[in-house]
Nanobody
Framework: VQLQASGGGSVQAGGSLRLSCAAS????????MGWFRQAPGKEREFVAA????????YYVDSVKGRFTISRDNAKNTVYLQMNSLKPEDTAVYYC???????????????????WGQGTLVTVSS
C-alpha cells in the first residue's frame, strides 16, 4: 500500500485548504483511513478518520465543525476539507491506513500501519 498526500500550502487565518491522499495497492474501499498532523516540537496527533463506506467519521474536538473528511472509493482517494483555518492548525499533515482488523482506537497512531509522506500546512495570523 502506498499513500500520497497533497494539497498543503500557506494560507491566512480563516482560509481554506483541501488535502488529498491517493492510495495505490491493496483494496482501498475496505480500509478505514485517517488524517494526523504533527506540529514542530510536538507529537503526531489524530485529526480525523472515516470508515470504509464514508458513513462514519471521527474528529478531534479542536477541528469539529471546521474540517470534513470524505472519500471517493472509485478514485482511491481520501480528502480533508479544512475551513476556518487557525494558526494552531499549522503542521505537517499525514494520511494513514488503519491496520485491518485492528482493535486499537481510531485516535491512536499505533492503530495505523501505512503512512503517506506528509504535506505541510502553514496558517498565518
Amino acid at each position: 500500500v502506498q499513500l500520497q498526500a497533497s494539497g498543503g500550502g500557506s494560507v491566512q487565518a480563516g482560509g481554506s485548504l483541501r488535502l488529498s491522499c491517493a492510495a495505490s495497492g491493496g483494496t482501498f474501499s475496505s480500509y478505514v483511513m485517517g488524517w494526523f498532523r504533527q506540529a514542530p516540537g510536538k507529537e503526531r496527533e489524530f485529526v480525523a478518520a472515516i470508515n470504509w463506506s464514508g458513513s462514519s467519521t471521527y474528529y478531534v474536538d479542536s477541528v469539529k465543525g471546521r474540517f470534513t473528511i470524505s472519500r471517493d472509493n472509485a478514485k482511491n482517494t481520501v480528502y480533508l476539507q479544512m475551513n476556518s483555518l487557525k494558526p494552531e492548525d499549522t503542521a505537517v499533515y499525514y494520511c494513514a491506513r488503519r491496520t485491518p482488523y485492528s482493535s486499537g482506537s481510531y485516535y491512536s497512531v499505533g492503530s495505523y500501519d501505512y503512512w503517506g509522506q506528509g504535506t505541510l500546512v502553514t496558517v498565518s495570523s
